[in-house]
């Protein structure tokens, strides 16, 4: 409606295409992720409980005018339910990363369109493994590309933008690997949040390695845990999804715990965010020229030398195990273990040999 378009052939005109593309480029990317960031970091230490007191055209919606216990859940539940949208809004910024990039260096408009942003951005390929091979084919092919992708028209390449785009470079690449890698297959983890919750989320399992077992009263001191003396692997809220991984041979039903460290997962989230940003602005002015109009997202400053390893440090990610074996018979599962940035352990739970015990003082 105030588009003001009018369908007047079967194919996507200049005028419709430069209308749209009018309309898409006063959009504010970086805004918009950095509300919901804001949102669930001030969440993370908020236990309130909307009443009709507060909010009550949600109430009167729903016809009710006297409840308070509609809306019930603890604080366990709320940390939970903050670790899945973590997860889904870093997933969130680094697919619309790689399908903006894909629109404006490998995406061809339909035979008989006119080139459109955001028509491009809309018609990317459903497979996300298609939307980064494109993508990276055709950044790879143009050593230049990338920097016009990146920055606006007429930037200088000095030592401060080339360490910018290096480190713009480092988040495209990890955003790559959530979207696509499959060894602990975090997309496959959004797309079990996304379609049906099939997922089961955790925050009552705290799984640390220690070196001093149980005595024989079944006794471990608390003085057996701390830094130097054991070290934590899931002391976060835990997902755990089921998978089937893209492998061949095919493998067989994987189950994947993440840990879900929700200060740390939201800076990924800006960082790849901040880069989208930079990019979608960059666009912009290519298609307004000089003649920027009022609304347009200003470019946001670049991160120099904050790469994915700086910001995830040393924690661990998940831990990977076979359910079932793989469906020819003789191809060996994939080794159990667990991953960190850029390294995998590999490890084998003896769960026969488990025994109980009891933190006590000492």
Not at 134 to 146: G, H, I, Q, R
Not at 173 to 181: D, E, F, P, Q, R
Request: net charge negative; glycine share 6%; aromatic share 8%.
């Amino acid at each position: 409606m105030h588009l003001h378009l009018r369908a007047d052939s079967i194919h996507l005109s200049k005028s419709h295409a430069k209308a749209l593309d009018d309309e898409f480029f006063l959009s504010h990317p970086a805004a918009y992720f950095a509300s919901r960031i804001s949102s669930l970091l001030a969440t993370e230490h908020s236990a309130a409980v909307p009443t009709p007191g507060d909010e009550p055209e949600f109430f009167a919606a729903l016809g009710l005018s006297k409840t308070d216990s509609l809306l019930a859940f603890d604080e366990q539940d709320r940390r939970l339910q903050l670790a899945v949208e973590a997860l889904s809004l870093r997933h969130q910024a680094a697919e619309a990363l790689l399908r903006f990039m894909y629109a404006v260096t490998a995406a061809k408009p339909k035979e008989g369109d006119s080139p459109s942003t955001w028509l491009l951005v809309a018609d990317s390929p459903n497979a996300l493994i298609d939307v980064v091979q494109k993508t990276m084919a055709a950044v790879n092919s143009d050593e230049e590309l990338f920097l016009r992708c990146l920055f606006t028209p007429g930037t200088r390449v000095d030592e401060k933008v080339a360490a910018a785009a290096d480190t713009a470079v480092a988040w495209v690449n990890h955003a790559s690997s959530l979207l696509t890698g499959d060894e602990l297959s975090v997309n496959a983890a959004h797309n079990k949040v996304k379609h049906g919750l099939a997922v089961s989320t955790r925050g009552d399992v705290r799984i640390e390695f220690i070196t001093t077992p149980p005595n024989d009263l079944g006794q471990i001191p608390l003085s057996a845990f701390g830094e130097g003396k054991s070290v934590p692997i899931f002391d976060r809220p835990m997902l755990t999804y089921l998978s089937r991984p893209h492998t061949n041979p095919k493998q067989g039903l994987e189950a994947i715990s993440l840990r879900v460290d929700v200060p740390v997962v939201l800076a990924e989230a800006w960082m790849i965010a901040n880069v989208y940003a930079a990019m979608f602005h960059a666009r912009a002015r290519r298609h307004f020229g000089d003649d920027l109009p009022e609304g347009v997202a200003p470019y946001p400053t670049l991160v120099i030398g904050r790469l994915p390893e700086h910001v995830i440090g040393g924690r661990p990610l998940g831990y990977r195990e076979a359910v079932t074996l793989p469906p020819d018979g003789t191809t060996a599962p994939r080794k159990s273990g667990l991953f960190f940035q850029g390294s995998f352990i590999p490890m084998d739970v003896d769960y026969g040999s488990k025994v109980s015990g009891v933190v006590v003082e000492g």
